[in-house]
């Protein structure tokens, strides 16, 4: 049986499956399902296609000069039937598929080091530019972060980052006034809408008292 390489994408098709496509010039194309021949009858250029082996190999994600992708190659000799050859053209065929699956996992390992660290560099770099989108926090939480340092000799700009994410974890998961809108399902099967008023909540750092100046912390902030 032979497997013959979609001539789009580069998968196998194997026979009596896929479709064939055969030109006026008597060439054939073999394709291994009908999105490859879709794409060939449009004209598009396989190698500018993300999910299809050209692509893959000219970006190098793809192992491309390797002895056992040649074992795979189309030989147009014919050959006289012989069982021994035949039992050992099999034990080859397990042997190598071991091997270039081995290989292709030290390929994928080899390409994808050091990827968490370009990932945290390009994550610095985004926070770095955008960083007046952060949230800014009251003077009297700033000065509480400085004595903070200064007893525990932390990093202040450490300390900041951390109450700036918690207040804003904190502040996504509460409503400081407004109306919430709520549906309830009566007994007789109907929908009925209801209408809530919502008020702060008593006991919150951000309704003390105590914090009477932080407006003109918030001033002088800005």
Not at 64 to 89: G, H, I, Q, S, W
Not at 133 to 145: A, D, T
Request: glycine share 6%; with cysteine.
């Amino acid at each position: 049986m032979r497997v013959d390489p979609c001539y789009f994408c580069g998968r196998p098709s194997f026979p009596s499956k896929g479709i064939t496509f055969v030109r006026n010039d008597a060439r054939a194309f073999r394709f291994c399902r009908s999105k490859c021949h879709r794409n060939f009858k449009m004209k598009r250029n396989p190698r500018k296609l993300k999910w299809t082996k050209a692509y893959r190999r000219n970006n190098n994600k793809e192992m491309t000069v390797d002895t056992t992708l040649m074992f795979a190659a189309r030989r147009n000799v014919p050959v006289r039937y012989d069982r021994e050859l035949v039992a050992k053209t099999l034990k080859a065929m397990e042997r190598v598929g071991e091997v270039r699956a081995r290989r292709e996992r030290a390929f994928y390992k080899r390409r994808m080091a050091g990827k968490r660290a370009r990932e945290l560099a390009t994550a610095r770099k985004l926070v770095a530019e955008n960083e007046h989108l952060l949230p800014r926090l009251r003077g009297s939480e700033k000065r509480r972060i400085a004595e903070l340092a200064a007893e525990t000799g932390a990093d202040v700009e450490e300390l900041e980052a951390a109450a700036a994410a918690q207040a804003a974890k904190k502040k996504s998961g509460k409503a400081f006034g407004g109306e919430v809108r709520r549906q309830r399902v009566r007994v007789d099967g109907g929908v009925e809408e209801i209408t809530e008023r919502v008020v702060g909540q008593a006991g919150d750092d951000d309704f003390d008292d105590d914090d009477d100046d932080d407006d003109d912390d918030d001033m002088d902030m800005d």
